[in-house]
Nanobody, 124 residues
Framework: QVQLVESGGGLVQAGGSLRLSCAASGHTFSSYAMGWFRQAPGKEREFVATINWSGGSTYHADSVKGRFTISRDNAKNMVYLQMNSLKPEDTAVYYC?????????????????WGQGTQVSVSS
């Protein structure tokens, strides 16, 4: 059973930074691509960032490009989302997700496993 556990969310002022972490277990972490999605109240879940199995390829949504950075540490079975220059519109529950392929993907339907989410709130 694959388990993904997010941490690092919280309340921060606009312009601040947070780093989200996702601990993975139950599968060969280093073989699979990972991603981050978010869901704000009353809105659909949206893609944030994805990273391939080795960490050599990443892709970020236009809304976060230049401010957020996805990374991974295969030795620790961890994936991270460094969030800088946070804006109130970044407020959402952030979800870590795992693919069962090596290639990264921005498509929600490609992801097989999901964490429970961590709340990020940005005040103006």
């Amino acid at each position: 059973q694959v388990q993904l556990v997010e941490s690092g969310g919280g309340l921060v002022q606009a312009g601040g930074s947070l780093r989200l972490s996702c601990a993975a277990s139950g599968h060969t972490f280093s073989s699979y691509a990972m991603g981050w999605f978010r869901q704000a109240p009353g809105k659909e879940r949206e893609f944030v960032a994805t990273i391939n199995w080795s960490g050599g390829s990443t892709y970020h949504a236009d809304s976060v490009k230049g401010r957020f950075t996805i990374s991974r540490d295969n030795a620790k079975n961890m994936v991270y989302l460094q969030m800088n220059s946070l804006k109130p519109e970044d407020t959402a529950v952030y979800y870590c997700a795992a693919l069962t392929t090596r290639a990264a993907s921005a498509q929600y339907s490609d992801y097989a496993y999901w964490g429970q989410g961590t709340q990020v709130s940005v005040s103006s």
